[in-house]
């Protein structure tokens, strides 16, 4: 039997770190942290980014991720803590999970994605 991707979503979930606005902008103002903003290019053109994410498109996370990659960045590092975040958080829960299997040790996500940051009144590198 398969299953949606609405049921991969809520698995995902159960088995990472789903953290809040608030939570997110603790862990980046402590610095010691890489956020990662997994839309595509034309989201982040019309919704702005949270400022000091590195930006890496959903398709080509793992790519950027995987220390053995030819396309890897430094960006990306499995011992430092990790916060992915999408425009609503269902991209980011799958991601997160697949970072954990490519061995990051703490990876987590920004449950509600943009939409829950901006909702909490956070900033964004254009306010539109």
């Given at each position: 039997?398969?299953?949606?991707?609405?049921e991969l979503i809520a698995q995902a979930r159960a088995e990472i770190?789903?953290?809040s606005a608030?939570?997110?902008?603790?862990?980046?103002e402590?610095?010691?942290?890489?956020?990662?903003?997994?839309?595509?290019?034309?989201?982040?053109?019309?919704?702005?980014?949270i400022p000091g994410a590195v930006l890496a498109p959903r398709g080509m996370?793992?790519?950027?991720?995987?220390?053995?990659?030819?396309y890897h960045r430094a960006e990306f590092d499995p011992a430092r803590p990790?916060?992915?975040f999408c425009a609503s958080g269902?991209?980011?829960?799958?991601?997160?999970?697949?970072?954990?299997t490519l061995g990051y040790q703490e990876v987590a996500h920004l449950d509600?994605?943009?939409?829950?940051?901006?909702?909490?009144?956070r900033p964004t590198t254009n306010q539109n």
């Open positions: 039997m398969s299953e949606s991707v609405k770190s789903n953290l608030d939570d997110v902008a603790k862990a980046v402590a610095g010691d942290v890489t956020l990662v903003d997994l839309r595509e290019p034309g989201e982040i053109e019309k919704e702005g980014t996370l793992e790519f950027y991720a995987d220390p053995g990659s030819p990790t916060i992915l269902g991209r980011s829960a799958l991601a997160a999970r697949t970072l954990k509600g994605g943009l939409k829950a940051w901006k909702d909490a009144g």
